[in-house]
C-alpha cells in the first residue's frame, strides 16, 4: 500500500522560495509518477505539474513555468517540489499525488504542506 | 476560472439522489476520461470515480459517473450525511494537461 507523508508547514516572505518534500513508503519513487497540486484558502484544486511517463519527462502548468522544479530523490524515495519567486496568491496547500496510468488519475495523496506567504 | 465548470454547490435531504454536472470542451473532456475526487472538510481529495464511471476499491456503489460529449456527471443516490463534501471534476486536456472544475460543495439537509 503506497504512503506519501510531506513535510511540515512554512512560513516564506515574499520573493523567497520554498521546497517541499513528499515521502513514499509501500512502493520505490521509480514505480511512480508524482504530481504536485495546491489548493488556496477556500478554493479548488490546481494541478501544478508530474512526471508524464510517457514522454519520461516532468511536466509543468504553464502557470508555474519557470518558477516550479519538481525533483526527486531515488535513493530515499522522495520527491520534491520547489516554487520560487513567492508572492502572496502563492499561500496554499500543496499536495503531492501519485498518478496512476491503469486508472489515468491521480490515486494516492499525501496529506499536504501548507504555504504561508507573508511580509 | 477552472477549466472545467461545475455547479459551486449542491444539496439533499438523506435518501435522496443528487447530481452534479461537470462541463468541458472538446481538448478534454471531449477527448479524455473523467475523474472525481471528494474532499472531505479539511482532508485531502480522495478518487471516487476514475475512467468516468469506475469505482475504485471500498467507494460505495451509490457513487457513480457517467460522460456524454464534453459533460460528464456524478451521482449520489441514497444520500448520507456523512456525504456532505466538496466534489471537483477532473481530465486531462491537450494542451492544458491536468485540468479540475471549481467544485462543488454538497451539503445534506
Known amino acids: 500500500q503506497v504512503q506519501l507523508v510531506q513535510s511540515g508547514a512554512e512560513v516564506k516572505k515574499p520573493g523567497a522560495s520554498v521546497k517541499v518534500s513528499c515521502k513514499v513508503s509501500?512502493?520505490?519513487?521509480?514505480?511512480?509518477?508524482m504530481h504536485w497540486v495546491r489548493q488556496a484558502p477556500g478554493k479548488g484544486l490546481e494541478w501544478m505539474g508530474g512526471f508524464d511517463p510517457e514522454d519520461g519527462e516532468t511536466i509543468y502548468a504553464q502557470k508555474f513555468q519557470g518558477r516550479v522544479t519538481m525533483t526527486e530523490d531515488t535513493s530515499t524515495d522522495t520527491a520534491y517540489m520547489e516554487l520560487s519567486s513567492l508572492r502572496s496568491e502563492d499561500t496554499a496547500v500543496y499536495y503531492c499525488?501519485?498518478?496512476?496510468?491503469?486508472?489515468?488519475?491521480?490515486?494516492?495523496w499525501g496529506q499536504g504542506t501548507m504555504v504561508t506567504v507573508s511580509s | 476560472q477552472s477549466v472545467l465548470t461545475q455547479p459551486p454547490s449542491a444539496s439533499g435531504t438523506p435518501g435522496q439522489r443528487v447530481t452534479i454536472s461537470c462541463s468541458g470542451s472538446?481538448?478534454?473532456?471531449?477527448?479524455?476520461?473523467v475523474n472525481w475526487y471528494q474532499q472531505l472538510p479539511g482532508t485531502a481529495p480522495k478518487l471516487l470515480i476514475y475512467s468516468n464511471n469506475q469505482r475504485p476499491s471500498g467507494v460505495p456503489d451509490r457513487f457513480s459517473g457517467s460522460k456524454s460529449g464534453t459533460s460528464a456527471s456524478l451521482a449520489i443516490s441514497g444520500l448520507q450525511s456523512e456525504d456532505e463534501a466538496d466534489y471537483y471534476c477532473?481530465?486531462?486536456?491537450?494542451?492544458?494537461?491536468?485540468?479540475f472544475g471549481g467544485g462543488t460543495k454538497l451539503t445534506v439537509l
Open positions: 477532473a481530465a486531462w486536456d491537450d494542451s492544458l494537461k491536468g485540468v
Open positions: 472538446s481538448s478534454n473532456i471531449g477527448s479524455n476520461t
Open positions: 499525488a501519485t498518478g496512476n496510468e491503469l486508472l489515468n488519475a491521480f490515486d494516492i
Open positions: 509501500g512502493y520505490t519513487l521509480t514505480e511512480l509518477s
